[in-house]
């Protein structure tokens, strides 16, 4: 009864390490999905503050009822600390805000939308155009009509910040979603500037739009935890608009599969936040009951420990550094070869990845040189290292020249 249902492909992040396993030849290099790598191409286990200690301390902390069910809205002392991190000392009352553990970023960001879905029944959402992959997904299978606002301009590898406000003046519905990513972009690497933040607020505000943070890169983009929330703060500190904020923990404490995350609101009233709470606690007892415990305590222990929070600062600073030195190495090789064309991007991109600008065809290209990047163009720098990173500026090189 299920063969008259349409093919669905492969993600094209699983179906590039498909195809990168698949290649025999040992100098491979893929590029794809966002996951930190250290110099030797290898996951890093965050070594100040130490994982393990901070297992050690979760287990020597806790008795028998360890492995009982956490609430639905998960471990309460992480849902106050995530949150702590992402809006700071925000002089709001806290009873305006509701916060849920939720399954890493990609929960957060589906079970905002399915909340959204029911309660603003919006005519459209309004993701960047091109934004994380998963994003059109996760709205379309709520069954909200997705739609994109012009953000990257292929031409001039900048922001489209012009188009972006008129499309969002004149096509928006009130009560429609805008989904904004926090900061470091998924997948140009290119964030509006300070400026242009109180521009896309003002236009929330004068359209009646919804703004739906996403933050998977608190960390990644400056190197620095509270200039990297800045325009979620400043939207808050406006005091005018409520709204949402899915987070993950997955990338800026390298717990990609312990699946860290929450899902936050900031509503008008405290009689709000009670309704928004409910809805949320019944919609997650429907899809998962509860969250996992064991991510969030070790996140939790990080979080609220000086000494861990402090050495966690070191390596977020290591991490987003060798980001930028690859983004520079690569861009060095690029200008030793004379490779055709500008590449100036490369440097004031931020964050994990790069959107560099070749074309489906160029980067079909690289694949016959065994160099594997979404057909977008995306790739995730930390991919890059001392010993690859010639290997893939060449392959650029011949892409571009072929
Ligand atoms: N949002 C964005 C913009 C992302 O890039 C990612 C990870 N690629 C996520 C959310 C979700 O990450 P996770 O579910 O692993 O926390």
Same mark, same amino acid.
């Given at each position: 009864?299920?063969?008259?249902l349409?093919d669905?492909p492969l993600?094209? %992040?699983?179906?590039?390490?498909?195809?990168?396993?698949a290649d025999?030849? =040992?100098t491979k290099v893929?590029l794809?999905s966002g996951?930190?790598r #250290?110099e030797?191409g290898?996951p890093w286990v965050?070594p100040?503050?130490n994982?393990l200690?901070a297992?050690?301390?979760v287990k020597a902390?806790?008795?028998?009822s360890?492995? #009982?069910?956490?609430p639905i809205s998960?471990y309460e002392?992480f849902y106050?600390a995530?949150?702590?991190?992402l809006?700071g000392?925000?002089?709001i009352?806290?009873?305006?805000f509701?916060?849920i553990?939720?399954?890493?970023g990609?929960?957060?960001n589906?079970?905002?939308a399915?909340f959204l879905?029911?309660?603003?029944?919006p005519?459209?959402v309004?993701? $960047?155009?091109?934004s994380?992959?998963n %994003?059109?997904?996760?709205?379309?299978t709520?069954g909200?009509n997705?739609?994109?606002?012009?953000?990257?301009?292929?031409?001039?590898?900048?922001?489209?910040?012009?188009d972006m406000?008129?499309?969002?003046?004149t096509?928006?519905n +009130?009560? #429609?979603?805008?989904v904004l %990513?926090g900061?470091?972009h998924?997948?140009?690497?290119?964030?509006p500037t300070?400026d242009?933040?109180?521009?896309i607020a003002?236009?929330c505000e004068r359209?009646?739009?919804? +703004?739906?943070?996403?933050?998977a890169?608190q960390g990644?983009a400056?190197?620095?935890?509270?200039?990297?929330?800045w325009?979620?703060?400043?939207?808050?500190?406006?005091d005018?608009?409520e709204?949402?904020v899915?987070?993950?923990f997955s990338k800026?404490m390298?717990l990609?599969?312990?699946?860290?995350?929450a899902l936050?609101f900031?509503?008008?009233s405290?009689?709000?936040?009670?309704?928004?709470?409910g809805?949320?606690l019944?919609?997650?007892?429907g899809?998962?009951?509860?969250p996992?415990?064991?991510g969030?305590?070790i996140? =939790?222990?990080i979080?609220t420990?000086? =000494?861990?929070f402090?050495?966690?600062?070191?390596?977020l600073a290591?991490?987003? $550094?060798?980001i930028?030195e690859?983004?520079?190495?690569?861009y060095e090789?690029l200008?030793f070869l004379?490779?055709?064309?500008?590449?100036?991007?490369l440097?004031?991109q931020?964050?994990m990845?790069?959107?560099t600008?070749?074309s489906p065809?160029q980067?079909s290209?690289m694949?016959?040189n065994h160099v594997?990047?979404?057909?977008s163009g995306?790739?995730?720098?930390?991919?890059?290292?001392?010993t690859?990173v010639?290997?893939?500026?060449?392959a650029?090189?011949?892409a571009?020249? =072929?």
């Open positions: 009864c299920f063969s008259s349409e669905v993600d094209p %992040h699983y179906a590039l390490k498909e195809d990168f396993a025999p030849v =040992t893929i794809g996951i930190y #250290d030797h290898m965050l100040t503050p994982h200690q297992e050690e301390l902390s806790e008795d028998s360890r492995y #009982d069910y956490l998960g002392p106050t995530a949150r702590k991190l809006f000392p925000i002089a009352p806290k009873d305006r509701v916060s553990q939720t399954i890493a990609t929960g957060a589906s079970l905002g399915r879905s029911q309660s603003l029944r005519s459209a309004w993701l $960047s155009n091109p994380w992959i %994003h059109a997904n996760i709205w379309m709520v909200v997705v739609k994109f606002y012009p953000y990257w301009n292929a031409h001039k590898k900048a922001l489209d910040f012009e406000l008129q499309t969002l003046t096509e928006t +009130p009560g #429609d979603v805008i %990513h900061c470091a998924n997948p140009t690497g290119l964030d300070k242009q933040w109180e521009k003002d236009l359209q009646g739009l919804f +703004p739906f943070f996403d933050c890169y990644f400056s190197g620095n935890l509270d200039e990297d929330a325009a979620l703060r400043h939207f808050a500190f406006r005018t608009l709204l949402a899915a987070q993950s800026n390298g990609y599969g312990e699946r860290v995350g936050h900031l509503t008008a405290s009689d709000a936040a009670s309704k928004v709470k809805h949320l019944r919609l997650q007892r899809q998962i009951s509860q996992a415990k064991r969030a305590t996140a =939790t222990t979080l420990d000086d =000494t861990m402090t050495k966690w600062l070191d390596d290591e991490m987003s $550094s060798r930028k690859m983004r520079k190495a690569l090789e200008i004379e490779t055709p064309g500008n590449w100036d991007h440097l004031t931020i964050g990845f790069s959107y600008g070749l065809m980067v290209r694949r016959d594997y990047i979404l057909s995306r790739i995730s720098v930390p991919g890059l290292n001392g690859n010639k290997y893939v500026a060449q650029i090189d011949k571009v020249r =072929t």
